[in-house]
Structure formats: structure tokens, C-alpha cells
């Protein structure tokens, strides 16, 4: 029997794509016909991602279970910013803001897939805005985004590649929400470690409120902080800038005896910390700008905007695998 597998599935009718890893008992899996989410990655009989009850949840909150492809990351403020001269205004999907993009919920495009020895078990897919005339209409980019989950070895990696095919620099600003679950009762004995450099002061209504600084939350975070110790838990949500270079998460589950390790690349300096109120999970979330970027008066250096160029390629590579704790 092959180590790797892909096996076409269904969930509520819907196709999704299964990615198995008999050796290190795991297993991840797809929907493509929702925003390419990853709702499912088991290891040794433990769930690690938080999924819904059923696929017409998963459409009607797509920013509450799996993991949600954020374009862009968190709220835009009354849904509307201006870059370089150009006024963008976009959906009002959380009057009187948008929030999160449409890419966790709109269908994408299965272009490869497959399980081999060399490579695991893996999806690619993609979602090309040329083919989406209503997204053209409020952002004029001909942007394809290509992106790529693998199982191999017991790591679920994501690999991803947004190609700015249009004529005029884009606003890039990219972020991830993975929901990662504990069991009912766990959180106690759940250890959150980040290596955030600095934490943003938040206004009431979650903006940041000024420049990011070395806090107790931020020394916390890089020695492991209890998640029922956390500010404002459960629903508490900070915004952290982290240290240079490549980044590295954990989760420790203790009465598991696993640990999640989250290796982020660094492509993604901006760093969002979030317990749900609404279901057992914590999310991690990598940023590569703070949210409503665009509006905000503060440097790139600390904020992260950036723009694509035309004809330029942003890349980048996630990924994440369970180890016993030491």
C-alpha cells in the first residue's frame, strides 16, 4: 500500500479532495467550490482545525471555520481606500465595512492534483480575477492567484504564488485565518508561543490605535502563554508585530502531548492573535500587512503595504505539522 493518497470525496454534496498520509496518520482535506478552505487536518485521531457542521455553514461564515483565505486581511473601513491616486471601493460585506475578501468563498479551480512518493499527497488550484468580471469592477487587476496544499512527511504545507498579470501596480495585502481546534474543556492545558516583537494599540473598534511596542503580552507570547490567560479571552483579538526573519508558532497541547508547530516564512511580519467565542479554537493568523492598511498613516516599514508590480510574482510558503512534546 502506497504511503500517500489522494481520495476525491464528498461533504453535503459538495466535491472536496482528500490528502492522506498513512505513515504519519494524517489527514487534510479540501473544498474547492468554497474559497479553496481547508476544514479538516487530523493526526493520530485528533482534530487540529476547527470545521463546521455542514458545508452551508461553512458558505454562510467562511471567516469562522477551517482556514479562510484572506484578500485582504480584516476590515477595510467603510469599505473604501485610495492607492497610489486610485479610489478602490469595494463590497460593504460588515456594514458599513468590508471584511476578508470574497476569495475564502468564491469557487476555485482544481489545475492539479495527485499522491506520489516524491511528493506527497497534494491539490493546486487556482482563481484568476480576469474570470470575474463583478471583482474586476471594484478591484481592476487581472491577479491569478495559484496555490498549492501538500501533505509529506506528516507536514501540511501551503505554497502560494499571486502573479499581477494587469498593467498598474496592485495593492497587495494577504492574510490566513486558521481556526485551530482543541477539544472542549482543553483550554486550560493549551500553551500559545509567538515570537512577537512589538503589540499595536487597538481603538475600540479594533483599528490600530497607534504604533506597535514591546509589551507583558508580547514577552508572554515568547515564553508560551496559557490561552485562558490571554487578554480578553475568550473573543480576544491582539495585533503583534513579529521578530525579523522566518516565523515559527506553536501550540502545545498538554493533555495531547503534541505540539502544533506553524513555520510562516517571512512573508507575513504582521501577526493577528484571535480566540473565537463561537467555537473551541484558536487562531493564528499571518498577515502580511495590518488590516485597513491602506487607510492607516503609518510607514510600510511597520505597517507592511506594499504594492505588486505589473508583471510581478509575490510568493510564499506556510506550513504545519504535529511533533510529541518534549
Known sequence: M????????????????????REAQATAEVIPAVGLHLFRFDVRGEAYIAKPAGVAELREKS??????????????KQAAFTFEGREYR????????HAHGELREKPWKVVASGAD?????YVSAEFDLAEHPDMLAYYPHAACFRFTYRLKDGTLSLSGEIANRSGSTMPLSLGFHPYFAYASGEASRVKVAIPAAAEWPLSADGYAAGEPAPSALTAALREGAVLTEL???????????????PQTCELRYEARGTKLVFEMGEKFPIHVL??????????LEPYTSIMNVFNEPYAPALSGAQGLAAGETFAFTWSIRITDLA
Open 2 to 21: 502506497n504511503r500517500y493518497e489522494l481520495i476525491q470525496s464528498e461533504w453535503d454534496g459538495e466535491s472536496t479532495l482528500r490528502l492522506v498520509d
Open 63 to 76: 471567516s469562522r471555520y477551517g482556514v479562510p483565505i484572506l484578500f485582504p486581511p480584516g476590515r477595510v
Open 90 to 97: 469595494l463590497p460593504k460585506n460588515r456594514e458599513p465595512d
Open 117 to 121: 512518493a516524491a511528493g506527497g499527497a
Open 231 to 245: 487578554p480578553n479571552y475568550p473573543g480576544g483579538s491582539q495585533l503583534l508585530s513579529m521578530e525579523p526573519g
Open 274 to 283: 484571535f480566540t473565537a467565542p463561537w467555537t473551541d479554537a484558536v487562531s
